[in-house]
């Protein structure tokens, strides 16, 4: 069985930065693809970030490109996001995913393992 458990949201202020933490169990972060999504309030799903299988490639949505950053941390089979520049449009509950049959997808189907999502409120 696959876990994933992010960690790290919070309250921030306007131009902070937080770094969230994705630890999975039961598959080596290697052999999966692993996005970051997040959902505000009264609106849908929506892809933030992710890294192909192997980690050789990382992909961002325009909202964030330039602002976040993904970086895998092998050895402890840990994802990070690094959130620079935070905007209160960023609030969200952010959810990491793994999938272990795509090299690479922004399309939530085709992640297997979810997280249960940390909340993260960036306050104006």
Known sequence: QVLVAESGGGLVQAGGSLRLSCAVSGRTIGDSAVNWFRQAPGK???????TSRGGYSTYYSESVEGRFAISRDNAKNTVFLQMNNL??????????????????????????????????????
């Open 44 to 50: 849908e799903r929506e892809f933030v970030g992710g």
């Open 87 to 124: 905007k209160p449009e960023d609030t969200a509950v952010y959810y990491c995913a793994a999938s272990s049959f795509r090299f690479f997808s922004r399309s939530e189907s085709d992640f297997d393992s979810w997280g249960q999502g940390t909340q993260v409120t960036v306050s104006s």
